[in-house]
């Protein structure tokens, strides 16, 4: 090979060093540049004369300044042949990141250090992408110990590379005892071998890992998730994401045990509507018949004294049942058109005579921006309104009480009315004002029980004014006599008022003497309140004891309206009632009316369902029956 003389192989080291892609420069002992070549100064983004005006030390050495002494003292002792650093600069364009190699040069006669040469690459696309690899390999490690599930890794032949922290405490062992082992001590042979066998659908295998073996020797309960492991295209293992279910199994069962309890409240509820309500109807019922008979004025005071008795009793049992049915959840709000001044009027003439019986002063103000007719459940504001004033009543011996109605704001679609109504009354001590809404809290025990009831009233007017999305409170009068009880409730507002509904009055129509009625009850006091009640009203009625022998009455003759208790023995109503449904067709069918005890939320429209066509519970009234009848006649006239 030709060999190159001195100028020749000069030559060659200069167009090298101008040419390389490399940056190289030549640094003095002192720190100072030497001969820097245009690679260099293209990668720092300066020109040479720029550059060889700055120190070199801030481009070769170490930041460090302990660490760059020690490297460039051992560089100089020998016992380093090059240094390697990795460092940022600010570029023009951005930061950059350099790999520098730093050698030192020595003389060829006595070895003492001459020069140092620094070799300079750009390294900025690979740092980035090192970076980004870092920042994965981060993400996943961070997703692997803050994860709430196990996380097991595996190889190809079942062998365990690495877990999680919740790996350890879902199955005792140590991470460092675990790697190495076979996943299959934590979930059996057959699973390990239905992952490996699995092809992309491994719900299967999914599926069979139910459980894993704790170190302790018992199993947990776990959901578990195979996801394969790729690299570069080919599957080198799989993930085991398994989830314990203990808490989630204990909370299940929770919730099933308070659903569980809620039924069986619900259950004990409506026992107690339908056991209270049953002897209630022979009283209340037959009272009302004994008061249409012909009585002296002594007979009549004692008839009139069962009746007060009997619908205190009524109301009292009506106060547990409502409180119940809220504390249950089965009460909700039923919107409906209505007209506030009508609803305010038709409450007040419930209770006009105890306010005309105790000569109290009744007056009302409903302010013009109130709208006539709002969206809203009438029947919850009027049980309100009447709780409120009937407290009113009780405890005012005399003097007034004044109602009051304003608005109270809108929100979106929604207005929100404030009802206030004061009395000059008793009043509450300020020490009883905390406790009003309590339920069975009486204010009056500080009055030695002077006035009857639960205790209930207030309890149940804050809860129906909380499902009518508003609040309740209690004024103190000042220096005047008495209490002031303010609520508010949030009502929808109608877009068109001429196609609000209009009350009118009930459609009068005469009896039809000729229907044909059938009781089914067997309970002897109801049946003899039922059929004198059809007596009163000028009709004829068979009586049968069970679901059984109605469904005989009916084969026998044809009937128009059938009364249906709805628990009898043999056969119940809602039996019956399929059975004769069943069994006539058009307009053979009898209007049947369920009769029960059963007053909860939701038993109406459960009866209804099941084949039957009105509904009444007990106890019964004699306007309620003949109504029904109405509704029969009516029916009987479309069909």
């Given at each position: 090979?030709?060999?190159?003389?001195?100028?020749?192989?000069?030559?060659?080291?200069?167009?090298?060093?101008?040419?390389?892609?490399?940056?190289?420069?030549?640094?003095?002992?002192?720190?100072?540049?030497?001969?820097?070549?245009?690679?260099?100064?293209?990668?720092?983004?300066?020109?040479?004369?720029?550059?060889?005006?700055?120190?070199?030390?801030?481009?070769?050495?170490?930041?460090?300044?302990?660490v760059n002494a020690r490297l460039m003292q051992e560089l100089v002792e020998g016992k380093l042949h090059t240094i390697e650093i990795e460092k940022p600069f600010a570029h023009r364009g951005g930061t950059i990141?350099?790999?520098?190699?730093?050698?030192?040069?020595?003389?060829?006669?006595?070895?003492?250090?001459?020069?140092?040469?620094?070799?300079?690459?750009?390294?900025?696309?690979?740092?980035?992408?090192?970076?980004?690899?870092?920042?994965?390999?981060?993400?996943?490690?961070?997703?692997?110990?803050?994860?709430?599930?196990?996380?097991?890794?595996?190889?190809?032949?079942?062998?365990?590379?690495?877990?999680?922290?919740?790996?350890?405490?879902?199955?005792?062992?140590?991470?460092?005892?675990?790697?190495?082992?076979?996943?299959?001590?934590?979930?059996?042979?057959?699973?390990?071998?239905?992952?490996?066998?699995?092809?992309?659908?491994?719900?299967?295998?999914?599926?069979?890992?139910?459980?894993?073996?704790?170190?302790?020797?018992?199993?947990?309960?776990?959901?578990?998730?195979?996801?394969?492991?790729?690299?570069?295209?080919?599957?080198?293992?799989?993930?085991?994401?398994?989830?314990?279910?203990?808490?989630?199994?204990?909370?299940?069962?929770?919730?099933?045990?308070?659903?569980?309890?809620?039924?069986?409240?619900?259950?004990?509820?409506?026992?107690?509507?339908?056991?209270?309500?049953?002897?209630?109807?022979?009283?209340?019922?037959?009272?009302?018949?004994?008061?249409?008979?012909?009585?002296?004025?002594?007979?009549?005071?004692?008839?009139?004294?069962?009746?007060?008795?009997?619908?205190?009793?009524?109301?009292?049992?009506?106060?547990?049942?409502?409180?119940?049915?809220?504390?249950?959840?089965?009460?909700?709000?039923?919107?409906?058109?209505?007209?506030?001044?009508?609803?305010?009027?038709?409450?007040?003439?419930?209770?006009?005579?105890?306010?005309?019986?105790?000569?109290?002063?009744?007056?009302?103000?409903?302010?013009?921006?109130?709208?006539?007719?709002?969206?809203?459940?009438?029947?919850?504001?009027?049980?309100?309104?009447?709780?409120?004033?009937?407290?009113?009543?009780?405890?005012?011996?005399?003097?007034?009480?004044?109602?009051?109605?304003?608005?109270?704001?809108?929100?979106?679609?929604?207005?929100?009315?404030?009802?206030?109504?004061?009395?000059?009354?008793?009043?509450?001590?300020?020490?009883?004002?905390?406790?009003?809404?309590?339920?069975?809290?009486?204010?009056?025990?500080?009055?030695?029980?002077?006035?009857?009831?639960?205790?209930?009233?207030?309890?149940?007017?804050?809860?129906?004014?909380?499902?009518?999305?508003?609040?309740?409170?209690?004024?103190?009068?000042?220096?005047q006599p008495g209490s002031t009880f303010v609520f508010t409730g949030k009502f929808g507002l109608l877009e068109d008022p001429a196609h609000q509904t209009q009350e009118a009055g009930a459609k009068e129509s005469?009896?039809?003497?000729?229907?044909?009625?059938?009781?089914?009850?067997?309970?002897?006091?109801?049946?003899?309140?039922?059929?004198?009640?059809?007596?009163?009203?000028?009709?004829?009625?068979?009586?049968?004891?069970?679901?059984?022998?109605?469904?005989?009455?009916?084969?026998?003759?044809?009937?128009?309206?059938?009364f249906m208790d709805i628990q009898m023995p043999l056969m119940d109503g809602i039996q019956a009632t399929k059975h004769i449904k069943d069994m006539l067709a058009g307009n053979e069918r009898p209007y049947i009316?369920?009769?029960?005890?059963?007053?909860?939320?939701?038993?109406?429209?459960?009866?209804?369902?099941?084949?039957?066509?009105?509904?009444?519970?007990?106890?019964?009234?004699?306007?309620?029956?003949?109504?029904?009848?109405?509704?029969?006649?009516?029916?009987?006239?479309?069909?």
């Open positions: 090979m030709q060999e190159l003389d001195v100028v020749g192989q000069q030559s060659v080291f200069e167009h090298a060093f101008k040419h390389a892609p490399i940056g190289i420069a030549v640094v003095s002992l002192e720190g100072n540049w030497i001969s820097v070549n245009p690679a260099v100064c293209r990668i720092f983004g300066i020109s040479e004369e720029e550059l060889l005006s700055l120190p070199a030390a801030g481009f070769i050495y170490a930041d460090d300044a302990g990141w350099t790999s520098l190699h730093i050698s030192l040069a020595r003389s060829e006669e006595d070895g003492l250090p001459l020069y140092y040469i620094a070799q300079v690459l750009d390294i900025t696309a690979s740092k980035a992408t090192e970076l980004k690899l870092q920042e994965s390999i981060e993400r996943y490690t961070s997703l692997k110990k803050y994860n709430h599930d196990a996380i097991v890794s595996f190889s190809l032949d079942g062998k365990i590379i690495n877990g999680n922290n919740m790996t350890e405490q879902l199955t005792g062992y140590r991470i460092p005892d675990l790697i190495g082992t076979s996943i299959a001590n934590l979930i059996g042979e057959a699973n390990l071998r239905n992952v490996l066998l699995a092809l992309e659908d491994y719900a299967a295998a999914e599926n069979g890992i139910t459980h894993v073996r704790h170190k302790s020797g018992h199993e947990v309960e776990v959901l578990a998730t195979i996801a394969p492991i790729i690299i570069h295209g080919k599957n080198v293992g799989f993930y085991l994401i398994a989830k314990d279910m203990t808490e989630q199994k204990r909370l299940i069962i929770e919730k099933e045990a308070a659903e569980k309890t809620n039924r069986a409240k619900s259950d004990f509820l409506a026992m107690m509507s339908h056991e209270i309500r049953t002897p209630m109807n022979g009283v209340i019922g037959m009272t009302d018949l004994i008061l249409q008979t012909a009585l002296d004025d002594e007979q009549n005071e004692y008839v009139q004294i069962i009746k007060k008795s009997g619908a205190t009793l009524l109301a009292i049992i009506n106060d547990i049942l409502d409180f119940s049915k809220i504390e249950s959840g089965k009460s909700e709000i039923v919107e409906e058109p209505f007209n506030v001044r009508t609803t305010l009027s038709d409450t007040l003439n419930v209770i006009l005579p105890k306010t005309l019986e105790k000569n109290l002063d009744l007056r009302t103000s409903i302010e013009p921006d109130v709208p006539p007719m709002l969206m809203g459940d009438v029947t919850k504001l009027r049980q309100v309104l009447m709780n409120l004033l009937s407290n009113a009543i009780k405890f005012t011996p005399n003097g007034a009480i004044a109602v009051h109605v304003k608005c109270g704001g809108m929100e979106r679609d929604r207005i929100r009315l404030r009802f206030s109504i004061r009395d000059t009354g008793l009043g509450v001590p300020p020490d009883k004002v905390p406790h009003l809404f309590d339920p069975f809290y009486q204010a009056d025990y500080f009055m030695t029980r002077q006035f009857e009831g639960t205790g209930l009233g207030l309890a149940i007017c804050k809860k129906l004014v909380h499902l009518m999305e508003g609040e309740i409170w209690h004024e103190d009068n000042g220096e005469p009896y039809d003497n000729s229907l044909r009625i059938l009781i089914a009850e067997d309970n002897e006091v109801n049946q003899m309140v039922l059929k004198k009640m059809m007596e009163k009203l000028g009709y004829n009625s068979t009586v049968v004891s069970n679901g059984a022998d109605a469904i005989e009455a009916v084969k026998r003759m044809p009937y128009d309206i059938i009316v369920a009769v029960t005890a059963h007053a909860l939320k939701g038993d109406r429209e459960r009866y209804i369902a099941a084949g039957m066509d009105e509904y009444i519970s007990k106890p019964i009234q004699m306007e309620a029956v003949a109504q029904i009848i109405r509704t029969c006649e009516d029916w009987k006239a479309v069909t």
